[in-house]
C-alpha cells in the first residue's frame, strides 16, 4: 500500500525538515508555497503606525508519496523537525495513494517509488550488516 | 536689465531635472503600499501627471500662476503658451537666471502636486475620472494659490505670507484636496474589515530615498540661485528629513516594532514640514521642525483611522498636516540672520509673522478643500468617480489598463 503524506508547516523550517528526512532515507518530495491558518488566527505587523492584522499567513507544503510501513518513521521525523512548541506550527495529513508511474519507463507502485540509497534500499544495508 | 549667472542658471537646470525626477520617485512611493492588483495603476497615476500637466503649464497654467496679477487673484494671459517667456530674466522672479528656466522648474512643482492627490484615491478610481480632475484642479486649484503665494501681486504675498518652496502652494493644498476626494469618493471594499496589505515595501523606501534626494532640488532651487541660501536650504531639508525619521522609529517601535514603512514616511513628512521654511530657519530649528512634524504626522493617522476615512495613502496626514506645521512653524522660527529679503517669526520677536502665517494656511485650506469638493461632486455626478464593484475586486491594472504589474 502506498500513502501521501502532506505536511503543511513553518517556512523557516524548511531546511531543517530537510535535512532530517534526507538523514533517514526520504529522497522524493516536492515542496509548495501555500498561505493559511488554523487555530492561530493570524499575526499582527507593523504598519506605518500601529500594527495590522495578517490573517492568512505563509507556510510550507511538503508532499511525500511513500510505502505504509515508513508512514510512521517519516511523521515523526517531519514534526521533530519543523516543531517550535508554539501555535501556528502547522499540521500533517496522510492520504491513500491509489497508483504510482513513473514517467521515464512507466514503472508502477512500490518499483515507481524505490531509489538507490533511499529508506528502503538503506534497510536492506542495515540487515545486510546486522548479518 | 540683470545678466544671466552661468552658474545660477546651471544649478536651477539641474534642480529641475531633481524635482521632476520626484513625481517618478512618488509613484514607486506610492506603488509599493498597495495591493499587487494596483501596482501598474497607482504607478501610472503620478507618472502620467507628468504628462498632463507639462502641456496644461506651457499652454495656460505658467500664465495663471505667473502672469501678470488681475486683482491679486490669478495671473493674466500675458504669457499664454510661454508667450514671450525665453533666454531673458524676468527681474520679478528670478533676475539671474533665463526666465524660461524659471517656467520649467516651476513646472516640476505643478506636476508633482497633482500627482501627490492621487495617494487619496488609489485601488478605485476612474482612470477617466481622474485625467479631467487633474487637468481642472491644475487649473482651479494649484495656479490660482500659486498665484497668491508667489507671483508679484498675488493676494497672500503681498500680505507677507512666506512659503520658501511650497508647503502651501503644494502640500496644504495636495492633502487637503486629498481628504475632500476621499470624503466624497469613499472606502475601498473591505476597507476596515480585511488588511489591505502593501505589496512591496521595498519599493516605497526606494520611492522615499529619491524623493529625499530630489527635495535638494525642490527646495535647495527655491533659492533660484547657486548661493548660500541655496545650501542653508540643502542642509535644513537633510535634517528636518532625518530628524523625523529617527523620531517616528522610535513612535512606531512603541506600538510594536521600528516599522520600516514609518521610518520612511517620517523621512517624507519632515521634508514636507520643512518645505516653507528651508530658506528662513536655521539646521538647529529644522530639528524641532521636522522632529515635531512626525507626532503630527503619526497621529493625524489616527485620527483619520478613528474616523473611518479612507484616505488611503495618507496624503492628507502627511501632506496637508506636515505643510500646515511647517507654514505655522515658518512664522515661529523664521529670522533674518538667515535670509535677509524673509522676515522675524514669533521667536525673533515679530508675532505678526504668526498671525500672517495662520491666515495663508487657513485660506489654502479652505479654497483647496472646498474647490476640489465641488469638482469631486460633479465628476461623480456627470462621469462616475469610481470603478465597478468586479472592476475594483479584479484590480485596477487588468480592469482600467489590461496589463498586469508580473507575470
Redesign the interface.
Known sequence: MTKKIEAIFREEKLIAVKEALSNIGIVGMNVMEVRGHGRQGGI?L??????????LLPRVQLNIILSDHNVEKTIETIQQAAQTGNIGDGIIFVYPVEEVIRIRNGERGHDALTYAGDIDTRQEVFLQAAD | MDAINAGDTAWILIATALVMMMTPALAFFYGGMVRKKNLLSTINLSFITVGLISLQWVIIGYTLAFGTSVGGLIGGLNFFGLAGVSAAPNADYAPTIPHLAFSAYQMMFAIITPALITGAFVERVRFKAFLVFTILWATFVYDPVAHWVWGVGGILRSMGALDFAGGTVVHITAGFSALAFAIVLGKRKWFGH??L?PNNIPFTVLGAGLLWMGWFGFNGGSALAANGLAVNALVTTNTAAAAAAVVWMF??WR?????V??IV?GAVVGLVAITPAAGFVTPMASILIGGLAAPIS?YA??LR?KWGLDESL?VWACHGMGGTWGALATGLFATKLVNPAGADGLFYGNPGQFVIQAIAVLVAIAFAFGVTFVITKALSRFMGLRVSENEEEVGLDISEHGERAYA
Open positions: 499582527e507593523a504598519g506605518r503606525i500601529g500594527t495590522y492584522k495578517v490573517d | 480585511a488588511a496589505e513612535l512606531s506600538d510594536n516594532k521600528p516599522s514603512l514609518g514616511t503619526f493617522i489616527r483611522q495618507d
